[in-house]
């Protein structure tokens, strides 16, 4: 296989970025139960909800592709029924393709948005954490999203199977 070196070394930096995103949540289940703690204790902890949005970008955009790669995404074969397992081969190579595309915009824009964050300062209200990290994070999970997808539609043309149809495991 050409690209088993490219896509071995995806895997392992898919998977430590999904690491990541777990420690993220683990950091957030912490703070959601300190957060109930103190409002017990009727002690006002400002920033727990900007700390909670930042966190689930960090855990989304760290997580989504890893769970692509794995295949562990909700996938619906509408046209398993009506279509033959050529057809079905292209329906899927279209529709990585599409999202391929749809996620490189996002993406892109992404990073636009975060750029013009950094320029003009833009912070959260309680606690003035800087957003751009955070938007940089999204642009660049969204762009690891699209190159799973993107490899998965060059399988699916090949007819090696996707992570979403035949294949466990990813692209390990």
């Not at 993406?107 to 912070?123: I, M, P, V």
């Not at 751009?132 to 007819?159: H, M, N, S």
């Amino acid at each position: 296989m050409a690209h088993a070196p490219i896509e071995g070394g995806l895997a392992r930096l898919l998977r430590a970025l999904a690491l990541v995103a777990g420690v993220a949540l683990l950091g957030l289940m912490v703070l959601i139960a300190f957060d109930i703690v103190m409002r017990r204790l009727k002690v006002q902890f400002l920033g727990g909800f900007e700390m909670t949005e930042l966190a689930m970008s960090v855990i989304v955009a760290f997580g989504l592709p890893y769970c692509a790669l794995m295949g562990s995404h909700v996938a619906v074969d509408i046209f398993a029924k009506f279509l033959d397992r050529p057809a079905l081969r292209w329906v899927d190579m279209l529709m990585h393709l599409l999202g391929a595309a749809l996620l490189a915009v996002v993406a892109w824009r992404t990073t636009l948005y975060a750029l013009g964050s950094y320029r003009g300062n833009d912070a959260t209200n309680m606690m003035a954490i800087p957003k751009y990290p955070f938007q940089l994070i999204t642009a660049v999970g969204a762009a690891l999203f699209a190159l799973v997808l993107l490899i998965e539609a060059v399988r699916a043309a090949r007819g090696r199977g996707t992570a979403g149809s035949a294949r466990a495991g990813g692209l390990e």
